[in-house]
């Protein structure tokens, strides 16, 4: 058995060292897909062919001394609603246009792909990257892997629990009101919604067009760095991409947060009856840990918070019901049924309620640059709770109650990051949210990493994954 | 109109208050109606359940004070 390091950056390491080749590598990582795939639902189709022979050109290439940077050979996953070349793209939906679907790689895609890395496969999501699961449509189930009565969240679903298990060491997640930090705090990884417009978006399945971002999904901070400094900068194609320079994302991370003022909002937090008991004090030991690596951590209030990130959803609603109320009509029992439950309930509210809600999309934007004016990044849960059973997520309601904190900085358009804190009483992830001001994505990458040089919970594998990679 | 005044409760928000499972449910079918959707049964008893909340909550967007005379955040450009 090929022993596999956990990270991108340790396995990045060991393909120079010549320890490790990534033929072998991608080899092993299917090899355990074979034994747990059909218990996690992470895959929708694998592209083992393709797949092997870019390892194979890798390989070729570190023997003849090219070196493409730290994605070369390194086996990711893509999440099925992002267009590829090797593999029709379904967005988990028999809805979906097959000729959308036929399209080729993205910009992003594309730019993993020139950077060397191995593609695996496509990735379980919820349907549309919205809705819940369903197992009545012909697409698997996506399951927690610490424990599969539980959801992993979604909707990047199958890269949270690929990645989490150890079938490839990252992968791109979409993310419009939190589809990549969910599943990244229910499953145990961590996971980046980079600032709006960083990275390209074309290539995707639109959910909802001025709140969605792809973003990457790995074991650790360092590792999204590592795959955003691939996928980030302007590209033609994405009207709203942004024409700003791409940093190094990695430049800051010494694991000393000396000099950055950290701020936390407890009252809104922490305040709701339904926050589950654990992540009170996860969030402590969190702030304890960003402290003892130098931080200063400051209690902030924020106003009107409360009903700023409860109407967040209600402004996002609007975009995906436009995009999809044609489809709706003509096919509602087509899609599954908590999908178009969801997607519906923005036809409960009306066109001035959607401009309102992008009237109020710019007070907080102003309201968050006078927030931010005095610290360095907000840390908040990523959501006050452990991953709900499967059994519970009966109807669309779940998702308009649920303590989710995630999508208010959709709709801001801040970067906010997940990391693993710890695990709640059923013995399932918590997450850490990271949030830090446009385009400085750098800030937050440098807290994470800091966090994780100082704990574990990043690189602990469910029981599950331990067995099969022995 | 008076574009400064402010009544101190507006229509919607006594309305949401005040809203009924009957009241949620005619309201409801109107806007589905409207979009021409025909849900089925349970999709709309979980819309029914959600309404009178979901209203509460765009409702309370437009009680902010400082949003009065906020632009909406999307801008139209004819020049891009």
Redesign the interface.
């Known amino acids: 058995m090929t022993e596999i390091p956990l990270t991108i950056a340790a396995t990045a390491k060991a393909l120079r060292a010549g320890t490790l080749t990534s033929v072998a590598l991608t080899t092993e990582l299917f090899d355990r897909a074979d034994h747990l795939d059909s218990k996690i639902g992470c895959y929708i189709v694998r592209t083992d062919e393709t797949a092997l022979a870019a390892a194979a050109d890798a390989d070729a290439k570190f023997a003849a001394g090219i070196d493409l940077g730290p994605l070369q050979g390194i086996p990711l996953g893509i999440k099925d609603i992002l267009a590829t070349n090797e593999a029709p793209t379904t967005a988990q939906s028999v809805v979906l246009d097959p000729a959308w679907g036929a399209r080729g790689d993205g910009p992003v895609v594309a730019r993993l792909r020139a950077a060397g890395a191995v593609l695996m496969g496509k990735l379980t999501s919820m349907e549309f990257a919205c809705g819940l699961p369903d197992a009545a449509k012909p697409f698997p189930v996506p399951r927690n892997p610490w424990n599969t009565d539980y959801w992993t969240g979604g909707s990047s679903s199958g890269t949270g629990n690929g990645v989490a298990t150890g079938l490839f060491l990252g992968g791109l997640g979409t993310d419009t009101g939190g589809s990549i930090r969910i599943p990244a705090a229910f499953c145990g990884i961590s996971g980046m919604k980079q600032t709006y417009g960083r990275v390209p978006k074309s290539g995707c399945v639109p959910l909802g067009y001025?709140y969605d971002h792809i973003g990457p999904m790995a074991r650790s901070a360092e590792d999204c760095a590592i795959m955003l400094q691939v996928i980030a900068g302007y590209d033609a194609s994405d009207?709203t991409c942004a024409d700003a320079a791409v940093p190094d994302f990695m430049s800051g991370m010494n694991g000393s947060l000396r000099g950055m003022k950290i701020a936390v909002e407890k009252a809104y937090h922490l305040g709701r009856t339904d926050v589950e008991p654990g992540v009170a004090p996860a969030l402590d030991a969190a702030l304890a840990v960003l402290a003892e690596a130098g931080a200063e951590i400051v209690e902030i209030t924020i106003p009107?918070f409360e009903?700023?990130s409860?109407?967040s959803?209600?402004?996002i609603m609007g975009e995906p019901f436009a995009y999809h109320?044609p489809d709706?009509?003509k096919r509602?029992a087509d899609y599954g049924?908590l999908t178009?439950?969801t997607i519906?309930?923005g036809?409960?509210?009306n066109a001035s309620?959607y401009?309102?809600?992008?009237?109020?999309?710019?007070?907080a934007?102003k309201?968050m640059a006078s927030v931010f004016e005095g610290i360095d990044a907000l840390v908040t849960p990523t959501a006050a709770m452990e991953a709900p059973s499967l059994s519970s997520l009966s109807?669309?309601?779940w998702f308009?109650g649920a303590p989710l904190y995630t999508a208010f900085w959709n709709v801001v358009g801040y970067p906010a990051m997940s990391v693993p804190m710890g695990f709640g009483p059923k013995g399932l992830p918590l997450g850490l949210q990271i949030v830090t001001k446009p385009f400085e994505e750098a800030a937050g990458f440098k807290v994470g990493d800091a966090y994780q040089r100082y704990t574990d919970y990043h690189i602990r594998v469910p029981a599950m994954a331990q067995m099969v990679a022995g | 109109m008076n574009s400064t005044a402010k009544p101190e409760t507006c229509p919607q928000q006594k309305e949401s208050n005040e809203m009924t499972e009957a009241e949620a449910a005619e309201t409801?079918k109107a806007?589905?109606t409207a979009?021409?959707?025909?849900?089925?049964p349970?999709?709309m008893?979980?819309?029914i359940?959600?309404?009178p909340?979901?209203?509460k909550?765009?409702d309370?967007?437009?009680?902010?004070p400082?949003?009065r005379y906020?632009?909406?955040?999307?801008i139209y450009s004819p020049a891009?």
């Open positions: 001025s009207p009107d009903t700023l409860a109407g959803v209600l402004s109320l709706l009509r509602w049924y178009s439950q519906a309930v036809g409960l509210l309620d401009v309102q809600g992008q009237r109020v999309r710019s007070y934007r309201l109807d669309a309601a308009f | 409801v806007l589905m979009a021409g959707l025909t849900p089925p349970e999709a008893e979980t819309f359940k959600l309404y909340g979901l209203r909550m765009a309370a967007l437009y009680e902010i400082e949003v906020e632009e909406p955040a999307l891009n």
